[in-house]
């Protein structure tokens, strides 16, 4: 059974940064494409950020481009989401999600709880 959990979130102003974590444990994590989702309220969950198993690829969602990094370590089985210049519109509960594969994008098969992020104006 693969478990994510998040960690990190929490109140900033607009203009800070935070930094989410997720661990992963069950099977080896190197196995595994890993991605941020969120979820903003009154708003369908979408794509943050996605990385490769190997961590060469990643892939962007165009609102956050520029702003926040995705890094993954396949030794600790751990994920980040570096969240710079943060803007009151990133308020959102931030997912971890990771899937089998190579696809950065499409259906992701695991998924962590959440962790939300408050951004204030």
């Known amino acids: 059974q693969v478990q994510l959990v998040e960690s990190g979130g929490g109140l900033v102003q607009a203009g800070g940064s935070l930094r989410l974590s997720c661990a992963v444990s069950?099977?080896?994590?190197?196995?595994?494409?890993m991605g941020w989702f969120r979820q903003a309220p009154g708003k369908v969950r979408e794509f943050v950020a996605a990385?490769?198993?190997?961590?060469?690829?990643?892939n962007y969602a165009d609102s956050v481009k520029g702003r926040f990094t995705i890094s993954r370590d396949n030794a600790k089985n751990m994920v980040w989401l570096q969240m710079n210049s943060l803007k009151p519109e990133d308020t959102a509960v931030y997912y971890c999600?990771?899937?089998?594969?190579?696809?950065?994008?499409?259906?992701?098969?695991?998924w962590g709880k959440g962790t939300h992020v408050t951004v204030s104006s």
């Open positions: 990385q490769s198993r190997s961590g060469t690829n990643t």
């Open positions: 999600a990771a899937k089998d594969g190579y696809d950065l994008l499409g259906g992701y098969d695991y």
């Open positions: 069950g099977r080896t994590f190197r196995s595994y494409v």
